[in-house]
C-alpha cells in the first residue's frame, strides 16, 4: 500500500502561482506513476497531470504551458507547480500513485490517492 498526503492548497487570485507537494509514503517503490487529478463541486473528477516512469509528462489541455509535474525520488515527493492560475482551476485537488508504468489518464488507473487539498483561484 502508498499513503498520499498532498500539502500547499490555499487561497491566490487571479495570475498568480501554488505550488502542491505530494508526500509518498509506505511501498514507495510501486508508485510507478503519479498523477494530479481535480474535483470542482458539482463536476466529475478529471486529470491534470501524470509524470510516467522514466519521467514521461502528460498535461491535461486546460493547464498545459501554465502546469508542471515533477517528482522527487530522494525526498519521495510529487510535485505540482501552477502558474497563472485562473479562476476556473478552482477545485480540490488529489495526488494519485499508479503501479502501471504508464496509466491512460483516467482515475481507474490510480489505486492510491490522497485526501486532497484545496485550492480556489479569486477573480
Known amino acids: 500500500q502508498v499513503q498520499l498526503v498532498e500539502s500547499g492548497g490555499g487561497l491566490v487570485q487571479t495570475g498568480g502561482s501554488l505550488r502542491l507537494s505530494c508526500t509518498i509514503s509506505?511501498?514507495?517503490?510501486?508508485?510507478?506513476?503519479m498523477g494530479w487529478f481535480r474535483q470542482a463541486p458539482g463536476k466529475e473528477r478529471e486529470f491534470v497531470a501524470v509524470?510516467?516512469?522514466?519521467?514521461?509528462?502528460n498535461y491535461a489541455d486546460s493547464v498545459k504551458g501554465r502546469f508542471t509535474i515533477s517528482r522527487d525520488s530522494a525526498k519521495n515527493t510529487a510535485n505540482l507547480q501552477m502558474n497563472n492560475l485562473k479562476p476556473d482551476d478552482t477545485a480540490v485537488y488529489y495526488c494519485?500513485?499508479?503501479?502501471?508504468?504508464?496509466?491512460?489518464?483516467?482515475?481507474?488507473?490510480?489505486?492510491?490517492w490522497g485526501q486532497g487539498t484545496q485550492v480556489t483561484v479569486s477573480s
Open positions: 494519485a500513485a499508479s503501479t502501471d508504468s504508464s496509466p491512460s489518464p483516467l482515475a481507474q488507473g490510480f489505486g492510491s
Open positions: 509506505g511501498r514507495t517503490w510501486s508508485a510507478r506513476s
Open positions: 509524470i510516467k516512469w522514466g519521467a514521461i509528462t
